[in-house]
């Protein structure tokens, strides 16, 4: 049974900022499972430890090799959505207003 649930924003190569550059990083993912189990998903586990106070748990952090989207389109921040706005209208890029 698998029931890792990953997130939305997956992808298979890392994103780079419009603005910044800066790289997304990888994706991860946090599943838990009985400690006698193997685990049985495609994913690589990163790490695998009994969780404190239930040791019949075990904790995984897995990663299948995506990345993660970032949170506001192309850009990692909303800052640097806003300089490029700022960039772009200074530029004379200007919203087609009728
Ligand atoms: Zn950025």
Known sequence: MND???DW???DTPAHCAWCGTETSKLFN???MP???EYRGNAQI???KPRPYH???HDLRLN???YRAFRYGAFCKL???EAFANAAHDAGYRVDAK
């Open 30 to 32: 946090t599943t838990a």
């Open 64 to 66: 299948r090799g995506t």
């Open 9 to 11: 924003r997956e992808r």
């Open 55 to 57: 040791l019949a748990v």
């Open 4 to 6: 890792e649930k990953w």
């Open 35 to 37: 400690a006698d189990e």
């Open 46 to 48: 990163i790490s695998r």
């Open 79 to 81: 800052r640097c959505a």
